[in-house]
């Protein structure tokens, strides 16, 4: 059934918002395409036989909402019930075969069904069902998306998961065979998240995507009977339509939702989660028609090693876009090559799978119609089984007198009808008008296309207020390898698995997409160059905090403080940078994570990342270096660069040492880094000591030779245990690290006290060292003078509230809500938000004004800026010097005011977003 979308009804008579049931209402349309085009069959006509091997389709109700009209479905949301759907097989690829429902019997008419898989050898069926639909119950309690299984030779169909309970703790989709005969999935189960969250005494339950808006679909491995189910990734936002490749690794769709990425890029991982790297598309979401933005799903890689992809929008293109094939084998990215290709490769990596001109441009008609999904025919001919609308129109007719008839028609698309065509502002919809034209529903159909001929046969006619999604054939494909689980694991330390924990094992930090920012011989050769003048010297590992539903805590947006952009974090842990600028540390495993380079004091000194990283329990992670955001060229792939360091050289090896260091670090290996020999050494010693992280921000030389360069390498201790106010984590995590050990910083209980504090104040009175400092005492009190934060930055006398002053540094420090969001305390706003001047008038602290005009010209006065806050939020500790640069100038008032631990502190918090919660729990509930 056709409607008008909704807005299009607004204003017109009732005759005009009935839609006519359109039985078969137009002909087979040939698409416009480029050039001569694809030659399109004839459609209706019974054909013979295309191919000689069954297929199997879904046949689902076209969605609409709740008056009628098509709904144009974005790929961000996964939790969907368009019931009404059967999944159908034929024995031949041909319009003139008998089409079989394999799931009426279950079915019943009130099943939702997508994702359709054939196993290798075509015995078996997967897919995706939701059944059965009950209008009377509410979202919550309708049943879950499970995997159902059906068998050719006992015509047994069932469900994977057999046990209601279990069945229902979550959605579950996409389900693809993987060579050893398990099912690899996508779902809300977060099984392994879920235990984490056990573990940090939160509670499991299924966090949310990064909108907000429903629970991220994560990957999932499971045996073909329903048990041993594992989660695999860990992303934040959704993971989705997983394939197998040719050498076993999974190839998925990963909707990149982190800080200010809203994308949709193409993965490679191992089928236990391990050895997770982006395989294309960062770069390169500008490649739609005219340049308009697209997104990568629905991976598949074809027979000459390239994969195929649907290329669409969000949304707003009848569900459907172009088929790609893009070369992952020798690109990352459009026009960026591999590190063995540069120079030699300039793009594009990608190409259109068909001649028809398909337009990914959202709202608009394509002239060449649209694809919803792709099968490619593994036989050496290329051909592709495909679900594809042709371009038709809604055209208004005249009003013919007849209430119970709606005046409008089906027509086809030519050339002087797209030049007609009203694409829709929903902002601003149109009232329609005889001789208006509108795109209209898709009408997809089951065809194959072949390459050789570039024609497009079709073998499931499409049939009105329908849509035959997806197909599958059961042509002879290859098992792939097996990529057996534990393939990247760290064998050294066998305890990692079993712990919960991981090994990040990074290069150098100084590398930059294959370039080195320094010298990096120079800088590791402590001779050369002492520690203090080293630019990176620890690396912070952080988190993700997973959010609940609203049903579980509902908390506002003001919980994450003056932006939500950086979510909540939390922090699990610091290691030191080795002279070269290598790491290898212990991480959570199963986590979402993101790392950030320091400099001395504790700073980020490299840009926040944007894609969150996990490892597999048991995993070592290798990785060349860093990123810079702003390159335009993406590195998350083994292949992008070669290494900006090579490690140790054939001398190092001859000489058994690293230049200028202890001979306890023995170079056994050419390319091995610092970090590596300490990790082979400690390992071989003391169970690994040197790739334990600590909740603290501690450094020791432990290379230097010369004792008197060592002795001016400085320890570093920034502890917790220093802190006159709450630890943001336990003690027993200070002192031994476990994979749950977590930093929670959250400003009004671990930040806003130390404003509070009392600062005594001491002096040496004796130009000793080795005797303690005496208080100061003030004379007129006869107290020790106290530097209490508070003794200058409020808004009255401390010895008199009813006198205003202005604060020192216009900046307030005391307790209290503040006027512009009350919940937040007014000193986290005047830390992190731009404020008005403010002067005394009349014994009043009031904003400080100019004399301006209105938009009108009226003369008004106009507050003046105090400049930006004391914190920077977006740019972090580094770039707020104005703030903690005084506390190490000795001629400054506020000199080791704050400690060293306290510094620390703030500068973390700052670095990570500045949130005002990092726990939803702590947060106050609506």
């Given at each position: ?307 195929m992809v649907l290329a669409r929008p969000f949304t707003d293109t009848e569900g459907g876009g172009e088929l790609m094939l893009i070369d992952t084998p020798q690109y990352l990215e459009n026009t960026q090559p591999t590190k063995d290709n540069i120079g030699i490769l300039s793009g594009p990596a990608q190409e259109d799978a068909t001649v028809n001109e398909v337009s990914t441009i959202p709202g608009v008609p394509s002239v060449g ?455 937040h305390f007014h000193a986290y706003r005047e830390l992190l938000v731009t404020d008005n001047l403010q002067v005394v008038v009349g014994g009043v602290l009031v904003d400080a004004t100019t004399p301006g005009f209105d938009a009108d010209g009226n003369p008004i006065d106009i507050p003046i800026s105090n400049g930006p806050p004391p914190l920077r939020v977006f740019l972090g500790a580094r770039f707020s010097s104005e703030f903690f ?42």
């Amino acid at each position: 059934m056709f409607r008008l979308p909704r807005q299009f009804r607004k204003g017109i008579p009732s005759k005009a918002t009935r839609m006519v049931v359109l039985s078969m209402a137009c002909a087979l349309v040939a698409a416009c395409s480029k050039g001569e085009g694809v030659q399109l069959g004839t459609g209706q006509d019974p054909d013979p036989v295309v191919i000689d091997f069954p297929i199997a389709y879904i046949k689902s109700p076209l969605p609409v909402d709740d008056n009628g009209a098509f709904q144009q479905q974005d790929l961000r949301e996964q939790i969907t019930f368009e019931f009404g759907a059967d999944l159908y097989f034929r024995d031949r690829a041909s319009p003139s075969a008998e089409a079989i429902n394999i799931t009426e019997s279950v079915s019943q008419g009130l099943a939702a069904i997508r994702d359709v898989e054939i196993d290798y050898d075509g015995s078996r069926l997967l897919f995706s069902m939701r059944v059965p639909f009950d209008p009377d119950a509410d979202e919550e309690d309708l049943p879950t998306w499970n995997v159902w299984q059906y068998t050719f030779e006992t015509d047994e169909l069932v469900r994977v998961i057999t046990s209601d309970l279990f069945a229902e703790i979550g959605h579950d989709i996409m389900p693809k065979y993987l060579p050893d005969g398990r099912i690899i999935f996508s779902s809300t189960r977060q099984t392994q998240s879920q235990a984490v969250l056990l573990d940090e005494g939160k509670g499991g339950f299924p966090a949310q995507d990064e909108d907000d808006n429903e629970p991220a679909f994560n990957l999932h491995v499971m045996s073909d009977d329903g048990t041993g189910i594992k989660q695999v990734t860990f992303n934040q936002s959704h993971d989705l339509d997983p394939s197998v490749m040719a050498d076993g690794k999974i190839v998925y769709s990963r909707w990149d939702h982190n800080q200010s990425n809203d994308a949709v890029n193409l993965y490679r991982m191992n089928p236990d989660g391990s050895a997770q790297e982006l395989l294309y598309g960062q770069q390169s979401h500008d490649t739609g028609t005219n340049g308009d933005t697209i997104q990568f799903m629905q991976p598949r890689q074809v027979e000459d090693g390239r994969v195929m992809v649907l290329a669409r929008p969000f949304t707003d293109t009848e569900g459907g876009g172009e088929l790609m094939l893009i070369d992952t084998p020798q690109y990352l990215e459009n026009t960026q090559p591999t590190k063995d290709n540069i120079g030699i490769l300039s793009g594009p990596a990608q190409e259109d799978a068909t001649v028809n001109e398909v337009s990914t441009i959202p709202g608009v008609p394509s002239v060449g119609g649209r694809y919803f999904s792709v099968y490619p025919i593994q036989d050496g001919t290329d051909r592709l089984m495909v679900s594809w609308s042709q371009c038709r129109l809604v055209e208004i007719l005249a009003d013919d007198g007849d209430p119970d008839t709606d005046d409008i028609q089906i027509v086809p698309c030519t050339e002087d009808r797209l030049a007609n065509v009203i694409v829709i502002d929903p902002d601003d919809p149109p009232i329609p008008v005889e001789g208006d034209l509108f795109v209209a529903p898709p009408l997809y159909g089951i065809w194959i296309y072949d390459p050789r001929d570039d024609t497009q046969l079709p073998i499931v006619a499409g049939e009105e207020g329908f849509m035959f999604t997806e197909v599958v054939s059961a042509d002879p494909r290859p098992t792939p390898p097996v990529v057996l689980d534990g393939s990247n694991d760290f064998l050294p330390d066998v305890t990692l698995a079993e712990n919960g924990e991981a090994l990040l094992n990074i290069r150098s930090v100084y590398d930059f997409d294959g370039a080195a920012i320094v010298n990096i011989a120079t800088v590791a050769d402590p001779e050369q160059t002492l520690a203090a003048d080293r630019l990176a010297r620890f690396l912070r590992i952080e988190k993700a905090v997973s959010q609940p539903d609203d049903d579980l805590r509902d908390i506002d947006n003001t919980a994450f403080g003056v932006t939500t952009q950086f979510g909540m974090k939390e922090i699990v842990g610091y290691a030191m940078v080795e002279p070269d600028g290598s790491v290898m540390v212990k991480v959570p495993a199963n986590t979402a994570l993101m790392v950030s380079v320091l400099d001395e004091n504790g700073h980020r000194i490299t840009q926040r990342h944007q894609n969150w990283i996990s490892l597999a329990a048991g995993q070592e992670l290798k990785c060349n270096g860093c990123h810079d955001a702003n390159s335009g060229v993406s590195h998350g792939r083994y292949d992008a660069f070669e290494s900006a360091y090579a490690g140790a050289d054939a001398d190092m090896v001859m000489d058994g040492v690293f230049p200028g260091t202890l001979a306890q670090w023995a170079v056994e290996q050419v390319g091995e880094t610092m970090a590596e020999v300490r990790a082979r050494e400690t390992c071989g010693l003391d169970g690994c000591s040197s790739i334990e992280p600590s909740m603290n921000v501690i450094y020791r030389d432990v290379w230097t030779e010369n004792a008197a360069i060592a002795d001016q390498n400085v320890d570093i201790d920034y502890l917790y245990t220093d802190l006159t106010t709450a630890s943001p984590t336990t003690l027993s995590c200070q002192q031994d690290w476990k994979s749950n050990c977590r930093s929670v910083i959250s400003y009004e209980s671990i930040i806003h006290p130390m404003w509070s504090q009392p600062r005594l104040v001491t002096f040496d009175d004796d130009n000793d060292p080795d005797t303690p400092e005496v208080p100061l005492i003030d004379p007129v009190t006869g107290l020790q003078v106290n530097n209490n934060c508070l003794n200058c930055h409020t808004p009255t006398e401390p010895d008199d509230p009813a006198v205003a002053r202005v604060p020192a540094g216009q900046l307030e420090l005391q307790d209290g809500l503040s006027n512009d969001e009350p919940d937040h305390f007014h000193a986290y706003r005047e830390l992190l938000v731009t404020d008005n001047l403010q002067v005394v008038v009349g014994g009043v602290l009031v904003d400080a004004t100019t004399p301006g005009f209105d938009a009108d010209g009226n003369p008004i006065d106009i507050p003046i800026s105090n400049g930006p806050p004391p914190l920077r939020v977006f740019l972090g500790a580094r770039f707020s010097s104005e703030f903690f640069d005084r506390f190490d100038d000795p001629l400054d008032l506020h000199f080791n005011i704050l400690s060293q631990a306290e510094r620390r502190l703030v500068a973390e918090w700052l670095d990570i977003g500045a949130q005002y919660y990092n726990d939803p729990f702590d947060a106050p509930e609506n």
